[in-house]
């Protein structure tokens, strides 16, 4: 009853259930935080425009973005993930989501920041549709925590417009 | 010096008795372990509610042996989400970070494109030829939480078969001598 087995036994699953709930505990404090990020992004230039040989729109652009992201830093904050993605509406699709830039913030210190960049990744579009065409601006955060449950917002900016001829 | 004679006659009895009482509390264990999967797949909607990491790929978000809990709903699949999915040709699932999505109007279903936060370059390379798109039959769920390291143990027994074997062995063993 009382042998070296049973207490070890005992021992760990005790173990195991304390650590269980303070990881749960951790995870539900980050609920009590209300975050207030801001963002401004500007397209500073469009470097190219045009139609790719299998008629696809694809366009380069210059990007500046500052973003203030200090207050999504709990203490359970591993990392944020953060990234601008396109997102615009065509004939054939409702929805189209094309990520521009993305970054990993690593800690609270280096949380608001200023970067100037073309886009990392190529915006391409499914067919010949972005002559002319207006698209938001959305600045996506993906809080990543040292253990638990994930969250995610994002901060929409509309009104941009790319030029009506290729480039 | 009769009493030779009786023993062997008690010891089976018992025997058998605590034989077939260790089947029975062996396959309560197994039985609950396969109802609390099967519920969580119900719940979760995800055919795989749990997976570990095995590459380095999303660090330094996701490191080699983390856990994670996996989610599928009829919601759209949207830029920035952690999918988990299969391509044909390959056995073992990816978890990687939703680039792009075009959502066609008429149908509804999307075409994604992933990357892992890690890696330089897009997933097209990693799907199967001339697949550019991963579409919703190929995703296993999303990721909505994790546990550091839980799963390491699992990485060890992929790297290393030998200790799976001792394990299993010692665990069985374990279970057949135990005295309750």
């Known amino acids: ?167 | 010096m009769d009493w030779i004679g009786e023993i062997p006659e008690s010891l089976k009895s018992i025997k058998i008795r605590r034989i077939l009482s260790q089947a029975i509390s062996f396959g309560l264990i197994v039985t609950s372990a396969l109802m609390i999967w099967k519920a969580l797949m119900c719940w979760t909607g995800s055919e795989s509610p749990v997976v570990v990491v095995l590459t380095g790929s999303m660090e330094p978000g996701f490191a080699r042996g983390d856990i994670l809990f996996l989610h599928m709903n009829k919601d759209p699949i949207r830029a920035g989400e952690i999918v988990v999915y299969n391509v044909e040709g390959r056995d073992i699932p990816i978890v990687h970070r939703v680039i792009k999505v075009h959502e066609a109007r008429d149908t509804g279903e999307d075409y994604i494109l992933t990357k892992g936060d890690n890696n330089d370059y897009d997933d097209i390379g990693l799907y199967a030829k001339d697949q550019l798109w991963l579409q919703r039959h190929h995703i296993m769920g999303k990721v909505i939480g994790f546990l550091p390291y839980v799963g390491y143990g699992t990485i060890i027994m992929t790297d290393l078969p030998i200790i799976k074997y001792i394990l299993t062995g010692a665990l069985v063993l374990l279970i057949l001598t135990s005295k309750d």
């Open chain 1, 1 to 167: 009853m009382h042998s070296f087995g049973y207490r070890a036994n005992a021992l760990l699953t005790f173990a195991a259930t304390i650590l269980a709930v303070i990881c749960a505990i951790a995870s539900f404090s980050d609920t009590l935080n209300s975050p207030s990020p801001t963002a401004q992004v500007q397209v500073l230039s469009i470097n190219w425009f045009q139609c790719q040989p299998n008629g696809n729109d694809e366009v380069s652009m210059t990007l500046n973005i500052s973003a203030d992201l200090q207050s999504l830093f709990t203490w359970n904050t591993k990392q944020v993930f953060v990234f601008l993605a396109a997102e615009y509406e065509t004939p054939a699709n409702s929805l189209n989501q094309i990520s521009l830039w993305d970054g990993i913030i690593p800690s609270k210190e280096i949380a608001k920041f200023q970067i100037h960049t073309s886009n990392k990744y190529r915006f391409v579009d499914q067919g010949s549709n972005l002559r002319g065409k207006e698209f938001n601006l959305t600045l996506h955060w993906h809080v990543m925590p040292k253990t638990g449950k994930m969250f995610a917002d994002k901060l929409v900016m509309s009104g941009y417009h790319l030029p009506k001829e290729y480039r």
